[in-house]
């Protein structure tokens, strides 16, 4: 009985909290109900407050998305790494969690992107949405190899770009990119004899579908010039670079941090060429456009500054 007692006392009180948005007769005829062992009415209006406080959390999840839209937009990665993640934990669904990931990732917190990921995943497992499984494993994969977790992610990349396939075909935008972020992997981990027939094929696949002009082509070039770099095909690297470079200039700008990455790239093969003189203000430039964009904690900027150092400090 006294446990009963307290029962209806707690949620009188809750009822009470709850009388600006419910009304005095509505709780009068609830609390009168309580005291006849009625739970009817109480529950009721609970029910109203649950309604109306879940879509408070969608409209509020929304706005954090709709803010992350547009940091994103103005490449402002911390800030849209926040909103993401806010929308995210509001309401986890695919798309704010596609997000939170991606921007985890590129504001430089791997572990955060790698929550996300495997949040994703289960999702979209548990939904048996291929075109979803195969994005969430493709960021799995990509967080696993970027905290340097090889072995994670090179098995994660080729389940993705088999199920690209079969979801999206061989001839998409969705399918070169899967095929690069496994040459990527190679390319980090040596295996640069069957990473470089992947690069081409992507490289083909963009011309396709999005054209020589999109910043998503200028990724395929970079990357298959850091490989050509490593090989020491000097001369065709810098060919691509500058290519990249150009698409760059036209279609992200020479703010974005992606541009700063191909300068950055540049100047190191400046130096493999003993051309010391064409790679200090690329350096330079590379660093302030990090600087400005990520800050001077984000891993790009850390690296651009210690490149920097490292060139002063050895350039002959």
Do not use: C
Request: glycine share 6%; charged share 25%.
């Amino acid at each position: 009985l006294a446990e009963a007692q307290k029962r209806i006392r707690d949620l009188e009180d809750i009822l009470e909290r709850a009388g600006n948005e419910i009304g005095a007769d509505r709780i009068a005829e609830a609390r009168v109900a309580l005291e006849q062992g009625d739970y009817s009415v109480a529950d009721d209006i609970f029910a109203e407050i649950e309604a109306r406080e879940q879509m408070a959390v969608q409209n509020a999840a929304r706005a954090a998305f709709g803010r992350g839209e547009v940091a994103e937009a103005e490449v402002r990665w911390h800030d849209a790494a926040a909103h993401y993640a806010r929308a995210a934990g509001l309401s986890p669904d695919f798309d704010a969690l596609n997000k939170a990931s991606e921007f985890a990732y590129r504001s430089g917190d791997y572990a955060a992107a790698l929550k996300f990921a495997n949040a994703m995943n289960e999702r979209a497992q548990e939904e048996n949405d291929k075109p979803q499984v195969s994005t969430a494993m493709d960021h799995v994969a990509r967080a696993h190899q970027y905290a340097g977790n090889y072995a994670a992610a090179e098995p994660m990349f080729r389940a993705a770009k088999g199920l690209v396939a079969e979801v999206s075909g061989e001839v998409t935008q969705e399918y070169a990119a899967s095929l690069n972020n496994l040459a990527e992997l190679l390319r980090q981990t040596g295996g640069f004899a069957e990473a470089e027939p992947l690069y081409g094929e992507a490289l083909e696949i963009d011309l396709k579908t999005i054209g020589k002009e999109h910043p998503d082509h200028a990724i395929h070039l970079n990357n298959l010039a850091l490989l050509l770099t490593k090989t020491g095909d000097f001369a065709e690297a810098e060919s691509l670079y500058s290519e990249a470079m150009e698409i760059d200039l036209k279609t992200i700008g020479a703010a974005h941090p992606s541009y700063a990455i191909r300068l950055s790239n540049l100047a190191a093969l400046l130096i493999e060429t003993d051309r010391y003189d064409a790679a200090d203000p690329l350096f330079r430039e590379a660093l302030a456009v990090f600087e400005a964009a990520l800050g001077a904690e984000h891993p790009h900027t850390k690296t651009a500054s210690s490149n920097l150092e490292g060139f002063l400090a050895n350039r002959p």
